[in-house]
């Protein structure tokens, strides 16, 4: 990403770079603490209770964790019949949530969006 592009753009080109993964349906970039930052959702779903919930999911399995003296974790996966939910940590500030399609390969999902997590990690 250069420095020349605005906020905006940036955001764009990594929720355009997230949904580029083969079996992400839906996707939202957020804050730590649930803020909305970008998405790619179909219309009627909520995307910033979305974010919200996804948010909260790795917060209290990061928490439950600590108790456990165990490492953070660095997915969280819950899975439903058709498809799961992806949400990992991006950066200090922020977590991307994606929709995954269950007929995909899920730990070259979680590759590839550790990659771009990699990316907005720097820039966020």
Avoid: W
């Avoid at 592009?5 to 990594?14: D, H, M, V």
């Amino acid at each position: 990403m250069t420095e020349q592009l605005g906020l905006k753009e940036r955001i764009n080109r990594f929720i355009k770079a997230i949904m580029g993964v083969e079996g992400v349906s839906a996707c939202a970039l957020s804050s730590r603490d649930g803020i909305l930052i970008g998405k790619a959702f179909p219309d009627g779903i909520s995307a910033p209770s979305f974010a919200a919930m996804s948010a909260t999911l790795l917060a209290s399995a990061e928490a439950a964790a600590s108790i456990a003296h165990v490492h953070p974790p660095q997915k969280i996966v819950a899975t439903s019949e058709g498809a799961s939910l992806m949400v990992i940590g991006a950066g200090e500030r922020t977590l991307i949530a994606a929709v995954v399609d269950d007929n995909t390969d899920h730990e070259k999902i979680y590759t590839s969006l550790t990659e771009i997590a990699h990316e907005i990690a720097e820039v966020l």
